[in-house]
């Protein structure tokens, strides 16, 4: 039997190559040798301040972006259609440690932050809460794999405390203990600003849709900071994050040639942009074509989306079947 995989990703609308190179690439690629569950998870997103209209819109949004760079159909989910994720986290919250969900770093640092509040400057208990409803969704499918970067780690520790609590106050090793799937995934940099990572949050020149007009995409990467003026042996973090996009557009060979001209010292900057932009428009060109595909059956896919969560719940709905009779809750 293939082993299971989970991955969630929050509908925030477009998607940039920080988010295709960094994470679904990954996903693209992890569902020819795993059993795949990929959510778009809108139960995390109104955590944080947000409008009702728009969340619907971008988690629609998401889904066909995801569709149009690969992702499966039948892999996919919409976190609202399967309630059992809420259900499990409640009953999870009885197992996790107050003090240890207290010490979670993206709370402290979200918090914090000023543009994840509202006016009246509102933190919500989700936010605070949400990496219990994070380890309910990798649980309830019984993940053996979760792709995470290490500024995940934290949460996969929670959620092995959170099975590894259940399972004792059971008495059965009912859970299985989630392992860390380490993929390589880039850190892609802002064009305009490579000490920081490309974000939307930041503006629209950090950031490189993946369905990005020809004229826009070369305009960015012509503009592109290659080096900041100090002075040092190593490879600027301009020209690092130039030549990562390069190789994560698949341009391999000009990649490898451009990279023996930087070690013999022979690179022009104009000829890395060049190549680093052809290959990008390339991937967006075809990224681009599918999605109007897709959005010209908009209905239908949607039906085929629902249908997939649909499935995907009855899982889901075991999990929590079995969960309810191991603790002595009531079952329908």
């Given at each position: 039997?293939?082993?299971?995989?989970?991955?969630?990703?929050?509908?925030?609308?477009?998607?940039?190559?920080?988010?295709?190179?960094g994470?679904?690439?990954?996903?693209?690629?992890?569902?020819?040798?795993?059993?795949?569950?990929?959510?778009?998870?809108?139960?995390?997103?109104?955590?944080?301040?947000?409008k009702?209209?728009?969340?619907?819109?971008d988690?629609?949004?998401?889904?066909?972006?995801?569709?149009?760079?690969?992702?499966?159909?039948?892999?996919?989910?919409?976190?609202?259609?399967?309630?059992?994720?809420?259900?499990?986290?409640?009953?999870?919250?009885?197992f996790?440690?107050?003090?240890?969900?207290?010490?979670?770093?993206?709370?402290?640092?979200?918090?914090?932050?000023?543009?994840?509040?509202?006016?009246?400057?509102?933190?919500?208990?989700g936010?605070?809460?949400?990496?219990?409803?994070?380890?309910?969704?990798?649980l309830?499918?019984?993940?053996?794999?979760v792709?995470?970067?290490?500024?995940?780690?934290q949460?996969?520790?929670?959620?092995?405390?959170?099975?590894?609590?259940?399972?004792?106050?059971?008495?059965?090793?009912?859970?299985?203990?989630?392992?860390?799937?380490?993929?390589?995934?880039?850190?892609?940099?802002?064009?305009?600003?490579?000490?920081r990572?490309?974000?939307?949050?930041?503006?629209?020149?950090?950031?490189?849709?993946?369905?990005?007009?020809?004229?826009?995409?070369?305009?960015?990467?012509?503009?592109?900071?290659?080096?900041?003026?100090?002075?040092?042996?190593?490879m600027?973090?301009?020209?690092?994050?130039l030549?990562?996009?390069?190789?994560?557009?698949?341009?391999?060979?000009?990649?490898?040639?451009?990279?023996?001209?930087?070690?013999?010292?022979?690179?022009?900057?104009?000829?890395?942009?060049?190549?680093?932009?052809?290959?990008?428009v390339?991937?967006?060109?075809?990224?681009?074509?599918?999605?109007?595909?897709?959005?010209?059956?908009?209905?239908?896919?949607?039906y085929?989306?629902?249908?997939?969560?649909r499935?995907?719940?009855?899982?889901?709905?075991?999990?929590?079947?079995?969960?309810?009779?191991?603790?002595?809750?009531?079952?329908?």
């Amino acid at each position: 039997m293939k082993k299971t995989v989970l991955s969630c990703i929050q509908p925030t609308g477009e998607m940039h190559y920080g988010n295709y190179l960094g994470a679904v690439k990954n996903w693209v690629d992890l569902q020819e040798k795993y059993d795949c569950f990929y959510g778009v998870v809108d139960y995390h997103a109104i955590t944080m301040p947000y409008k009702t209209k728009k969340l619907r819109e971008d988690t629609w949004s998401l889904i066909f972006n995801l569709l149009a760079v690969g992702v499966k159909a039948e892999n996919l989910f919409i976190q609202s259609l399967v309630p059992e994720h809420a259900e499990l986290g409640w009953i999870f919250n009885n197992f996790a440690s107050y003090g240890r969900v207290q010490k979670m770093t993206q709370f402290k640092d979200k918090s914090r932050d000023s543009t994840t509040k509202s006016k009246d400057n509102f933190i919500s208990v989700g936010l605070f809460d949400y990496p219990v409803l994070q380890a309910a969704d990798i649980l309830i499918y019984k993940a053996d794999y979760v792709p995470v970067g290490k500024d995940q780690d934290q949460h996969l520790e929670l959620t092995r405390e959170i099975a590894s609590r259940f399972n004792n106050q059971v008495g059965k090793e009912y859970f299985v203990m989630p392992e860390t799937l380490h993929t390589e995934s880039p850190k892609i940099l802002s064009p305009a600003d490579p000490t920081r990572k490309m974000s939307k949050s930041a503006g629209e020149k950090h950031y490189i849709s993946v369905f990005a007009e020809e004229a826009r995409i070369r305009k960015q990467i012509r503009s592109a900071v290659t080096d900041t003026g100090e002075e040092s042996d190593d490879m600027s973090a301009g020209l690092v994050n130039l030549f990562t996009l390069l190789k994560g557009a698949g341009a391999d060979g000009v990649h490898d040639s451009l990279m023996k001209d930087y070690q013999n010292g022979d690179l022009k900057y104009v000829n890395l942009k060049d190549a680093t932009a052809d290959a990008l428009v390339a991937m967006s060109n075809g990224f681009r074509e599918k999605r109007a595909e897709l959005l010209a059956d908009k209905k239908e896919i949607k039906y085929k989306i629902k249908q997939s969560s649909r499935a995907i719940r009855e899982r889901a709905q075991q999990t929590l079947k079995e969960v309810k009779d191991l603790t002595g809750l009531m079952n329908v």
